[in-house]
Protein backbone atom coordinates (compact mmCIF):
# COMPACT_ATOMS: atom_id res chain seq x y z
CA UNK A 1 0.00 0.00 0.00
CA UNK A 2 1.30 3.18 -0.77
CA UNK A 3 0.20 4.74 2.36
CA UNK A 4 2.60 2.52 4.51
CA UNK A 5 5.88 3.09 5.86
CA UNK A 6 8.46 0.49 5.20
CA UNK A 7 9.55 -1.43 8.31
CA UNK A 8 12.97 -2.70 8.42
CA UNK A 9 12.60 -6.05 9.98
CA UNK A 10 16.03 -7.39 9.61
CA UNK A 11 17.23 -4.57 12.15
CA UNK A 12 17.61 -4.84 15.93
CA UNK A 13 15.27 -3.88 18.19
CA UNK A 14 15.70 0.04 18.63
CA UNK A 15 17.28 0.46 15.21
CA UNK A 16 13.87 -1.33 13.55
CA UNK A 17 12.47 1.79 15.17
CA UNK A 18 15.03 4.35 14.21
CA UNK A 19 15.02 2.92 10.63
CA UNK A 20 11.53 3.65 10.42
CA UNK A 21 12.04 7.80 11.05
CA UNK A 22 13.13 8.84 7.85
CA UNK A 23 11.52 6.11 5.66
CA UNK A 24 8.45 8.25 7.50
CA UNK A 25 9.10 10.73 5.65
CA UNK A 26 8.26 10.59 2.27
CA UNK A 27 5.25 8.17 2.64
CA UNK A 28 4.17 11.32 4.86
CA UNK A 29 4.49 13.78 2.40
CA UNK A 30 2.70 11.55 -0.45
CA UNK A 31 -0.46 10.43 2.68
CA UNK A 32 -0.56 12.63 5.76
CA UNK A 33 -4.17 14.03 5.06
CA UNK A 34 -7.37 12.39 6.08
CA UNK A 35 -8.75 12.88 2.82
CA UNK A 36 -6.23 10.75 1.29
CA UNK A 37 -7.33 7.65 3.11
CA UNK A 38 -7.76 4.23 1.63
CA UNK A 39 -11.60 3.04 1.91
CA UNK A 40 -11.54 -0.67 4.11
CA UNK A 41 -13.09 -2.46 0.82
CA UNK A 42 -9.53 -1.49 -1.23
CA UNK A 43 -7.50 -1.99 1.42
CA UNK A 44 -8.69 -5.03 3.01
CA UNK A 45 -7.20 -8.77 2.58
CA UNK A 46 -9.49 -11.42 4.58
CA UNK A 47 -7.38 -14.00 6.31
CA UNK A 48 -9.26 -16.91 4.98
CA UNK A 49 -9.71 -19.39 7.01
CA UNK A 50 -8.83 -17.07 10.09
CA UNK A 51 -5.20 -17.56 11.81
CA UNK A 52 -4.49 -17.48 15.35
CA UNK A 53 -2.32 -14.41 15.94
CA UNK A 54 1.12 -14.61 17.04
CA UNK A 55 2.23 -14.48 20.65
CA UNK A 56 3.16 -10.75 22.18
CA UNK A 57 2.81 -8.11 24.96
CA UNK A 58 2.13 -4.54 24.95
CA UNK A 59 1.92 -2.31 27.92
CA UNK A 60 -0.90 0.36 29.18
CA UNK A 61 -0.53 3.72 30.19
CA UNK A 62 0.10 2.54 34.05
CA UNK A 63 2.68 0.02 32.74
CA UNK A 64 0.34 -3.13 33.06
CA UNK A 65 1.09 -5.71 30.58
CA UNK A 66 -1.44 -7.20 28.09
CA UNK A 67 -1.95 -9.72 25.65
CA UNK A 68 -4.88 -10.12 23.32
CA UNK A 69 -5.98 -13.18 25.41
CA UNK A 70 -7.11 -10.51 28.02
CA UNK A 71 -9.77 -8.98 25.26
CA UNK A 72 -10.87 -12.66 24.62
CA UNK A 73 -14.62 -12.55 23.59
CA UNK A 74 -14.52 -8.90 21.96
CA UNK A 75 -14.03 -8.25 18.76
CA UNK A 76 -10.31 -6.00 18.45
CA UNK A 77 -9.12 -3.56 15.89
CA UNK A 78 -5.61 -3.86 16.49
CA UNK A 79 -3.60 -1.16 14.86
CA UNK A 80 0.43 -0.39 14.99
CA UNK A 81 1.76 3.24 14.78
CA UNK A 82 3.78 5.92 16.04
CA UNK A 83 3.20 9.62 16.55
CA UNK A 84 6.06 10.28 13.77
CA UNK A 85 4.35 8.54 11.00
CA UNK A 86 2.26 11.04 9.00
CA UNK A 87 -0.26 8.35 7.88
CA UNK A 88 -0.50 7.05 11.26
CA UNK A 89 -1.50 10.20 12.40
CA UNK A 90 -3.60 10.63 9.27
CA UNK A 91 -6.16 8.25 9.97
CA UNK A 92 -6.03 8.91 14.06
CA UNK A 93 -9.17 10.81 14.47
CA UNK A 94 -11.14 8.02 12.18
CA UNK A 95 -9.82 5.27 14.25
CA UNK A 96 -11.04 7.51 17.43
CA UNK A 97 -14.49 7.77 15.84
CA UNK A 98 -14.73 4.47 14.56
CA UNK A 99 -14.01 3.25 18.66
CA UNK A 100 -17.07 5.17 19.69
CA UNK A 101 -19.09 3.79 17.20
CA UNK A 102 -18.26 0.06 17.25
CA UNK A 103 -18.04 0.36 21.48
CA UNK A 104 -22.06 -1.00 21.42
CA UNK A 105 -20.91 -3.81 19.86
CA UNK A 106 -18.49 -4.97 21.90
CA UNK A 107 -15.93 -4.09 19.31
CA UNK A 108 -12.41 -2.72 20.81
CA UNK A 109 -9.71 -0.08 18.44
CA UNK A 110 -6.76 -1.40 20.24
CA UNK A 111 -3.76 1.26 18.91
CA UNK A 112 -0.04 0.02 19.74
CA UNK A 113 2.66 2.51 19.78
CA UNK A 114 5.72 1.65 18.93
CA UNK A 115 7.53 5.24 19.78
CA UNK A 116 10.45 4.76 21.81
CA UNK A 117 9.43 7.08 24.00
CA UNK A 118 6.33 5.48 25.08
CA UNK A 119 3.80 7.82 27.13
CA UNK A 120 5.75 10.58 27.35
CA UNK A 121 5.50 10.68 23.37
CA UNK A 122 1.62 9.31 23.09
CA UNK A 123 -0.50 10.95 26.19
CA UNK A 124 0.27 14.92 24.92
CA UNK A 125 -0.57 13.71 21.13
CA UNK A 126 -3.60 12.37 22.35
CA UNK A 127 -4.20 15.76 24.08
CA UNK A 128 -3.32 17.83 20.87
CA UNK A 129 -4.89 15.53 18.88
CA UNK A 130 -8.35 15.49 20.70
CA UNK A 131 -7.94 11.53 20.74
CA UNK A 132 -11.03 10.86 23.46
CA UNK A 133 -11.82 7.09 22.89
CA UNK A 134 -9.39 5.62 22.52
CA UNK A 135 -7.16 3.39 24.63
CA UNK A 136 -3.29 4.19 25.52
CA UNK A 137 -0.90 0.99 24.47
CA UNK A 138 2.48 1.29 23.84
CA UNK A 139 5.26 -0.91 22.60
CA UNK A 140 8.24 1.06 22.66
CA UNK A 141 10.51 -2.36 21.82
CA UNK A 142 7.83 -3.32 18.46
CA UNK A 143 7.73 -6.82 19.74
CA UNK A 144 4.23 -6.76 18.15
CA UNK A 145 5.39 -5.74 15.09
CA UNK A 146 7.74 -8.07 14.76
CA UNK A 147 5.66 -10.83 16.15
CA UNK A 148 3.42 -9.90 12.68
CA UNK A 149 6.00 -9.69 10.65
CA UNK A 150 4.87 -6.20 9.89
CA UNK A 151 6.09 -4.52 6.78
CA UNK A 152 4.77 -1.11 7.31
CA UNK A 153 2.93 1.08 9.13
CA UNK A 154 0.40 1.51 10.11
CA UNK A 155 -0.78 -1.75 9.64
CA UNK A 156 -3.95 -3.31 11.10
CA UNK A 157 -5.49 -6.47 12.27
CA UNK A 158 -9.29 -7.53 12.90
CA UNK A 159 -9.67 -9.76 15.45
CA UNK A 160 -12.90 -11.91 16.16
CA UNK A 161 -14.14 -13.07 19.25
CA UNK A 162 -12.40 -16.20 19.14
CA UNK A 163 -8.96 -14.77 19.12
CA UNK A 164 -8.15 -15.39 15.35
CA UNK A 165 -7.29 -12.57 12.90
CA UNK A 166 -9.72 -12.63 10.06
CA UNK A 167 -8.24 -9.55 8.20
CA UNK A 168 -5.09 -7.31 7.85
CA UNK A 169 -4.83 -3.65 6.03
CA UNK A 170 -1.84 -2.03 5.24
CA UNK A 171 -1.75 1.65 5.37
CA UNK A 172 -3.94 4.24 6.45
CA UNK A 173 -7.61 3.86 6.19
CA UNK A 174 -11.04 5.95 6.58
CA UNK A 175 -12.08 3.70 9.83
CA UNK A 176 -15.23 5.34 10.94
CA UNK A 177 -17.44 5.01 7.48
CA UNK A 178 -20.38 3.48 7.33
CA UNK A 179 -19.08 0.90 5.07
CA UNK A 180 -16.08 0.53 7.50
CA UNK A 181 -17.95 -0.27 9.91
CA UNK A 182 -20.88 -2.87 8.32
CA UNK A 183 -17.79 -4.96 6.97
CA UNK A 184 -15.99 -4.95 10.86
CA UNK A 185 -19.14 -5.96 12.17
CA UNK A 186 -19.24 -8.41 9.55
CA UNK A 187 -15.83 -10.24 9.69
CA UNK A 188 -15.88 -9.64 13.50
CA UNK A 189 -19.37 -11.05 13.94
CA UNK A 190 -22.11 -10.28 16.35
CA UNK A 191 -21.92 -9.62 19.71
CA UNK A 192 -23.03 -12.16 22.74
CA UNK A 193 -25.71 -9.44 23.61
CA UNK A 194 -26.66 -9.58 19.61
CA UNK A 195 -26.94 -13.69 19.65
CA UNK A 196 -28.90 -13.60 22.81
CA UNK A 197 -31.60 -10.77 21.62
CA UNK A 198 -31.65 -12.93 18.08
CA UNK A 199 -31.99 -16.46 20.10
Known amino acids: MT?????????GRR???AGLGAACTLAAARRA????????????????????????????????????????GRGLV???WATWCGPCVAEMPALDALA????????LVLPVSIDQQGL?????????????????LLDPDGDVARAFKVQGIPTSFLVDRFGRVVGTVEG???WDSAGAIATIRGLIGPGLSVQTQSG
Open 3 to 11: GSVPFPLRL
Open 15 to 17: SAI
Open 172 to 174: PVQ
Open 100 to 107: ARVAPFDI
Open 120 to 136: AAVKPFYGTHGIAHLPI
Open 33 to 72: RASDLDTLSDALEQVNPPTIPPSFSFQTATGARQTLADYR
Open 78 to 80: LNI
